[in-house]
């Protein structure tokens, strides 16, 4: 729904909205407690503190990967998405791979339901630039050593495309063609939504619900340039219902584990 201050969502299970940031937070913490998740902060742009939250491997080999959400603050789906992930699995997980969780970038747009910063900033774009585009993109760009190593053999951040009423998803991996990685992830996401088949979706080329190997100045983007093996990032319909959109970036956080960990081993 559309409200004065931007888009927010009913949320029955927690008796509020989309945009309850403090609630969210509580939830998180209470999941991140029970796998054991340590918390890194990495610094705070005046909204809400920014925060990398870590599984210890004893085993370094484990594959490591980073899961993102909360760029843009009328996308919330993606971060509820990785909470229901946490609720609804085991942390005997983390025998298998090593996760980052970074649940919440965008503060302000979150708690306002906008897309923008409260400073009018895009928080998935101007990363790798000079100046940085945003005061929150500078302390992520400043975290790299601590990123490049969450992400090392791949990169989920989930995303929405709120006029939409169809998914689609851009994906990075070796070669000029979606191989086994983009194509399992694809096939999640057309379990949950229809796809975009043939189409120019923000600039870009999607072929039969994939935009590939496409580089500009996003965070995923980014962070394969600076050596992530793999990465996507998942664009739900805004136009489904948001449990919906909640359940599909659940699933897409455990088909990209599932993914990563089959092309590791």
Not at 59 to 76: Q, R, S, W
Not at 167 to 182: I, M, N, R, V
Not at 225 to 243: D, L, M, N, W, Y
Not at 246 to 259: D, G, P, R, V
Request: a negative charge; one cysteine or more; charged letters at 20%.
């Amino acid at each position: 729904m559309t409200t004065e201050t931007g888009h927010r969502w009913p949320l029955p299970a927690i008796n509020g909205y989309s945009n309850d940031i403090d609630h969210f937070e509580h939830l998180f913490e209470v999941q991140a407690a029970r796998w054991g998740l340590q918390e890194t902060e990495l610094g705070s742009a005046g909204h809400g503190m920014i925060s990398l939250w870590q599984s210890v491997a004893a085993n370094k080999n484990l594959p490591h990967v980073l899961l993102a959400a909360g760029f843009h603050g009328d996308e919330p789906a993606g971060s509820w998405g990785l909470l229901n992930f946490l609720q609804h699995n085991s942390p005997l997980l983390l025998d298998k791979i090593r996760l980052t969780f970074l649940p919440l970038v965008n503060f302000s747009g979150m708690r306002n339901g906008l897309r923008l910063t409260a400073d009018g900033n895009d928080m998935a774009q101007g990363y790798g630039a000079e100046p940085p585009a945003s005061q929150e993109a500078d302390l992520l760009q400043a975290s790299l050593p601590l990123l490049k190593v969450a992400a090392r053999d791949g990169l989920l951040c989930c995303g929405e495309a709120l006029e939409a009423d169809r998914a689609w998803l851009y994906s990075w991996e070796p070669g000029g063609e979606p191989d086994a990685f983009s194509l399992t992830l694809r096939d999640e996401l057309a379990d949950c939504f229809p796809l975009h088949d043939e189409a120019t979706l923000e600039g870009c080329r999607c072929r039969q619900g994939i935009i590939h190997n496409y580089f500009d100045e996003s965070f995923a983007a980014w962070l394969v340039s600076e050596g992530a093996a793999v990465a996507a990032r998942i664009k739900t319909p805004g136009k489904a219902p948001f449990e919906q959109r909640i359940f599909a970036h659940h699933m897409l956080a455990s088909a990209f584990i599932s993914a990563v960990i089959n092309r590791t081993n």
